[in-house]
């Protein structure tokens, strides 16, 4: 199944996992399974029409990876995006990326 994260342009934050909330940080984001990402996304705010800016909108998270880009001096996102281990078994023991 592929996963999918929200971006919401109304407050210009990912969603957070279970719809609670919003971050500025893609590690926080929640995951969501396309079906539930077009749903939270068309009802957002009356939904989205054809004029204007969409509030909500689904991006599917391996997109985002690819574009994650590495921070000078840090090890930050393109490390992990390039296939690098998550979490508690990360390579590298500052990053504050995940």
């Known amino acids: 199944m592929d996963e999918y994260l929200i971006w919401s342009n109304e407050h210009e934050a990912w ?3 279970n719809r609670r909330g919003y971050t500025n940080h893609v590690r ?5 399974s396309r079906e539930e990402a077009v749903s939270i996304c068309s009802g957002a705010r009356d939904g989205f029409y054809a004029v204007g800016i969409p509030p909500e909108i689904p991006v599917p998270f ?3 990876l690819e574009c ?3 921070k000078p ?4 996102c ?3 995006a ?9 390579q590298f023991p500052d990053c504050a990326c995940w």
Do not use: E, T
């Open 68 to 70: 994650l880009v590495l």
């Open 82 to 90: 390039k296939g690098f281990p998550l979490g508690a078994s990360c």
């Open 78 to 80: 393109d490390a992990h």
């Open 73 to 76: 001096g840090s090890h930050d």
């Open 15 to 17: 969603w957070r996992a």
């Open 62 to 64: 391996k997109d985002v």
């Open 28 to 32: 926080g984001a929640g995951r969501y």
